[in-house]
């Protein structure tokens, strides 16, 4: 018998005599951490034996399924789709030493694998930027990395032909529920979502002013339906009113100067997704949006001596904080700007001293009393109060 098939067995094993309302709570979490990197592991050892079982056609001896990705899927109890991408991420790593030593130990999700080994596919220089990421940030931040880099690394005038190509609208029907996807050109999906900002904001006020408490995809799906549905716009989006991550485009000087965004450089609309330089040169030439050159301007000089934050502060701190500051919280949706020092003391507003901050976690600080803890690597951490509940400040 294989270890892995003893480990399988210990599992089955562990799983059955497990009563969690038998532990305290501080065990659980121990024991619920430790379940959690053995999935990793299992689910590391499982991608990489069924990519060996595919390519010696192994698994054609015990399954009637069609394709490899299917037997996976029907084995492991996941979607093909998800078989699929495990299979392809066993592939990647085999020429990723790095990564798939972090893969073996545990370090790694395959999920995170995934999205590392693609990235590092595309360019190879930027492995160990990817690693990084994945260590210190969520799953959301670790894929809009990876997609700068395949952006960076991709002939931009035929992806941006391909985004065209395959753009869409496509809707299925589930019972009284109606499904739909989109996709094509980035600055074209900037300007759908720039449209339904107000409206999106609108009816986030209209819901709060009456108590009610739903996700914001459901705010921007009722003003979707209000934008098409009103003989005229409630309130017409326009440069000054449009979504802040719609309206900005951010691009180091190197790949504007270059015309092709350059390995470990950046040319995107913060909060949607990677553009051409071509789109941000046109931008610039129009004047009509937000253009952030990254090396153009040292935003950290920029000092206000009230309360106000300067247009230039707001804008480096958008595109400084896409996620919220504290560390394993990737929420990047209605994000509020917090002073780590109080300015009634300090009587003066630095781009070092502003974070954004997520709702919840904003909340913690500003009436909780919690405290922010400076990480050194673009992260904050939180100071519970001696009588903060326990998990009170959980991402």
């Known amino acids: 018998m294989f270890k892995i098939e003893e480990v399988r067995d210990l599992a089955r094993e562990a799983v059955a005599e497990l009563d969690p309302a038998c532990l305290d709570g501080r065990d659980a979490a121990r024991l619920a951490e430790a379940a959690a990197e053995g999935a990793k592991l299992l689910d590391a050892a499982t991608a990489m034996l069924a990519k060996r079982a595919a390519d010696t056609n192994a698994w054609r001896r015990t399954s009637h399924a069609a394709t490899a990705e299917q037997w996976l899927a029907g084995m492991s109890g996941c979607t093909e789709g998800a078989a699929r991408e495990a299979l392809v991420t066993a592939q990647r790593i085999e020429a990723l030493p790095t990564t798939a030593e972090r893969l073996r130990s545990g370090e790694l999700s395959l999920a995170q694998a995934s999205q590392v080994s693609a990235g590092a596919t595309a360019d190879p220089g930027a492995e160990q930027r990817l690693l990084r990421t994945a260590k210190r940030s969520g799953m959301r931040e670790l894929r809009a990395e990876k997609e700068r880099v395949v952006a960076a690394a991709t002939d931009e005038v035929e992806a ?8 869409h609208l496509r809707t299925w029907t589930k019972g009284f529920a109606t499904h739909g996807s989109f996709s094509g050109p980035t600055e074209d999906v900037a300007q759908i979502l720039s449209a339904l900002e107000p409206l999106t904001k609108a009816r986030f006020e209209e819901a709060r002013i009456a108590g009610e408490r739903e996700s914001r995809d459901a705010y921007r799906f009722d003003a979707l339906v209000t934008s098409v549905t009103s003989v005229s716009a409630t309130r017409p989006p326009t440069a000054s009113n449009a979504s802040d991550a719609a309206a900005c485009v951010l691009v180091d000087l190197s790949s504007l100067l270059d015309g092709k965004t350059k390995p470990g450089g ?5 909060g949607v997704g990677p553009v051409s330089v071509e789109h941000a040169r046109e931008v610039l030439s129009h004047g009509l949006l937000q253009l952030v050159i990254t090396d153009g301007v040292d935003v950290q000089t920029v000092v206000s001596n009230t309360r106000h934050v300067p247009a230039a502060l707001k804008i480096a701190i958008r595109v400084r904080d896409r996620t919220c500051k504290i560390r394993g919280c990737d929420c990047d949706r209605m994000l509020e700007r917090h002073h780590t020092h109080d300015y009634a003391k300090s009587h003066h507003t630095t781009y070092k001293e ?4 997520c709702p919840k976690h904003h909340d ?3 009436n909780k009393h919690y405290e922010t803890i400076d990480n050194g690597d673009g992260t904050w951490d939180l100071l519970p109060p001696a009588n903060a509940p326990p998990g009170e400040a959980a991402a």
């Open 266 to 270: 950046t040319c995107e609309i913060p």
């Open 364 to 366: 913690l600080v500003t």
């Open 160 to 167: 941006h032909r391909r985004a065209r190509r395959d753009r």
């Open 354 to 357: 502003l974070g954004n901050l």
